[in-house]
T-cell receptor, first 118, second 115 residues
Framework: NAGVTQTPKFQVLKTGQSMTLQCAQD?????MSWYRQDPGMGLRLIHY???????DQGEVPNGYNVSRSTTEDFPLRLLSAAPSQTSVYFC?????????????????FGAGSRLTVL | AQTVTQSQPEMSVQEAETVTLSCTYD???????LFWYKQPPSRQMILVIR??????QNATENRFSVNFQKAAKSFSLKISDSQLGDAAMYFC????????????FGPGTRLSVLP
């Protein structure tokens, strides 16, 4: 059971370049999300999706784009990389919720991707 | 909007001793979920323990337990018999039960375990 798979694990970009961080999950989770982690700031939500074809912005969406064409995949695109986007990125997925007693309600994380923008 | 605060950026504990990590949160909801995640140097985020707000009983998972004080909006994590492998960043997180609501994470507490 692979869980949540993120690629690449490391990437170095030059300012202005674009790239895509890949995220795939094999748990049939409806909910998927992208976070960035910066020192002293915890994890901040970039974008999320509650199902195929549905995406929405999180706390820090500027400079990032997402799509959700399948339940399994949720790629994060950096349109024109900036040094401020140097960070560690996490993809996370979970089961849908909407019921107070629905039980699982946890996020399963990928291993993270360290991105450096020069 | 909900916020999560962890007032201890760094903590240390002697091996085999007990340590408590603090977490407070702000919400106007009556039902919600709280979590502690651990992030060791490997960077992997690992769920440690979770608590449903409607349950009065504090959650426990082996050496890990919480002190959930709903009125005070406090959710501390107690680690008993600390082990070297407990050294990590610990994140407190909040989630609303409403559909489409996201997790809100605190800034984290870095725990060192001294041999």
């Amino acid at each position: 059971n692979a869980g949540v798979t993120q690629t690449p694990k490391f990437q170095v970009l030059k300012t202005g370049q674009s790239m895509t961080l890949q995220c795939a999950q094999d748990m049939n989770h409806e909910y998927m999300s992208w976070y960035r982690q910066d020192p002293g700031m915890g994890l901040r939500l970039i974008h999320y999706s509650v199902g195929a074809g549905i995406t929405d912005q999180g706390e820090v969406p500027n400079g990032y784009n997402v799509s959700r064409s399948t339940t399994e995949d949720f790629p994060l695109r950096l349109l024109s990389a900036a040094p401020s986007q140097t960070s560690v990125y996490f993809c996370a997925s979970g089961r849908s919720w909407g019921h107070v007693n629905s039980g699982a309600n946890v996020l399963t994380f990928g291993a993270g991707s360290r991105l450096t923008v020069l | 909007a909900q916020t999560v605060t962890q007032s201890q950026p760094e903590m240390s504990v002697q091996e085999a001793e007990t340590v408590t990590l603090s977490c407070t949160y702000d919400t106007s909801e009556s039902d919600y979920y709280l979590f502690w995640y651990k992030q060791p140097p490997s960077r992997q985020m690992i769920l440690v323990i979770r608590q449903e707000a409607y349950k009065q009983q504090n959650a426990t998972e082996n050496r890990f337990s919480v002190n959930f004080q709903k009125a005070a909006k406090s959710f501390s994590l107690k680690i008993s018999d600390s082990q070297l492998g407990d050294a990590a960043m610990y994140f407190c997180a909040y989630r609303s039960p409403n559909y489409g609501q996201n997790f809100v994470f605190g800034p984290g507490t870095r725990l060192s375990v001294l041999p």
